[in-house]
C-alpha cells in the first residue's frame, strides 16, 4: 500500500490551494495514509488548514526558525529526512514545489516526476510535453517516488475533514550556504496567478508598460490576479513571472480574460484547463477566438476603460 506525504505550499498564514490540488492527486493513489508536512516557523494557521482537507490522515508541522521562508535549500534536507517512511512524496507543480522538490529527490538519490498529470499505478503516471500536445507515460525505478503535481489537472478536495496536527522536530544539518534575504513580489497583493479564480491578461496589444495599468485596473475591480502573454513580457510591460504558458505558468482558473493576446500554441498551453476564456482583440481572425467562450472583436483601448468604469459603479 502506498503512504503519501504532501509537502504544504503557504505563506505562513494561508493555505495555498495548490496544497488541497497535491492531496487530490495523492487521493488517486488510494493510499493508506495522506500525511502533509507544514514546515513554518509557526505554523499552526495552515496546519490546522491542512487538517481540514478530506483525505489527509495527520499534519506534520516542523517548526524551525530557519522555516519562516521557503527556501529550498533549507527545506529539502528536512523532506528528504521525513520521505524515507512513505512510498511518495508529492508537492505542487508551482514555482514553490518546482524550487524545493528536485533537491530534495537528489537527496534522496532518485529521479523526480515532473507535472503529474494522471495516476496510473503507484508507479506509472502521465505527464504533458511539448506544450502540453502530447502526453507521456512514464515509470518510475523502485524505490520513493518524489513527483510534483500539475495543480490544473485536480480539483481541491472538500473542508470537512479534522486531521490530527502533530508537532515533530527533525534533526537536520541546517545549510549554512544558503540564507533568505528578501522577497521581491510584484503581486502588488493581488491573488496568486496559480491560484486564482478570476485571471485578466494582457498581450503585445496593450503597447506600453503604462498602458498595461488597464489591465491591472480591471483586475483589482475584479479580485482576479494578472497574467501576460511572453509577448508583453518580452517587451518589458510586466516582469516574467506573469507569463502564462508553456514557459510560463500553466494556469485553470474559472475565468480567464484575454486582451489583446493572439492565442499563440505556446501561450494556450498554459490555459488549457481554464473555465470561460473571454477574449477581446480587434483582428477577427486571430486565433485566440478558436478557443474562447467568449470572443468580442474590438480594441481593447475602448472596452477596457469601459468594463473598469462599469465595475467602479458598483
Ligand atoms: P502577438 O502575437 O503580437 O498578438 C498581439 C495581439 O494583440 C494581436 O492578435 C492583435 O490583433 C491584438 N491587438 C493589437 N492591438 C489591439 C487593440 N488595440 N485591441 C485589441 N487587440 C489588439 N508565449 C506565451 O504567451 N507564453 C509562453 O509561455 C510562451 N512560450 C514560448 C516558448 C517557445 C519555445 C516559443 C518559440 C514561443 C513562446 N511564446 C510564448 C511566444 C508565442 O509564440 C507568441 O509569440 C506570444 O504568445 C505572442 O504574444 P501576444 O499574443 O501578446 O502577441
Known sequence: MSKVLVIAEHDGETLNLSTSKTVACALTLEPEAIDVAVFADAGNKPAQAAARLNGVTRVLLVEHVANQNPVAAVLAPQISALARDYTHVLA?????????????????GVPQVSDVMRVIDRNVFERPIYA???VETVETPPGIVVATVRTASFKAVPESGSAPVEKISLDFDCPTHTRFLRVESSS???????????????????GTKENFDLIYALADRLGAAVGASRAAVDAGLVPNDLQVGQTGKIIAPEFYLAFGIS??????AGIKDAGTIVAVNKDPDAPIFE???IGLVADLFDVLPALIEALSKG
Open 92 to 108: 505542487p507543480a508551482t514555482t514553490f514545489g518546482k524550487d524545493v522538490l528536485p533537491r530534495a529527490a537528489a537527496l534522496l
Open 132 to 134: 502540453g500536445n502530447a
Open 188 to 206: 502588488g497583493g493581488r491573488p496568486d496567478l496559480q491560484s486564482a479564480r478570476v485571471v485578466v491578461s494582457g498581450g503585445r496589444g496593450l
Open 263 to 268: 492565442g499563440a500554441i505556446q501561450h494556450l
Open 291 to 293: 478557443v474562447a467562450d
